[in-house]
């Protein structure tokens, strides 16, 4: 059964940092295209970034220049790096896990920017 598990949300204040983790229990990983999507209350989900496994990466408009995804392979494990956070980001955070048809969701990490 194919696992996959988000970390490090939390309460930061605007203009600060956080680093969501998630980790895949899947066999290729490598594969895979592993994406941070979020949903703010009342909002429909919305990709905020995505890496293949060609390591392209693609953001957000609202994102481009403040948050950076990573992922390594090795530990089946991509990372969402979020800087200069603004209230707009305050969302619950998903990860996602692609392989055509094979499609995983995490459970969500909220993810709050408040003063």
């Known amino acids: 059964q194919v696992q996959v598990v988000e970390s490090g949300g939390g309460l930061a204040q605007p203009g600060r940092s956080l680093r969501l983790a998630c980790a895949a229990s899947v066999s290729t990983f490598s594969a895979y295209v592993m994406g941070w999507y979020r949903q703010a209350p009342g909002k429909q989900r919305e990709l905020v970034a995505h890496?293949?496994?060609?390591?392209?990466?693609r953001y957000a408009d609202s994102v481009k220049g403040r948050f950076t995804i990573s992922r390594n392979n090795a530990k089946n494990a991509v990372y969402l790096q979020m800087n200069s956070l603004k209230p707009e980001d305050t969302a619950v955070y998903y990860c996602?896990?692609?392989?055509?048809?094979?499609?995983?969701w995490g459970q969500g990490t909220q993810v709050t920017v408040s003063a």
């Open positions: 890496v293949d496994s060609g390591y392209y990466t």
């Open positions: 996602r896990a692609g392989l055509g048809l094979d499609v995983y």
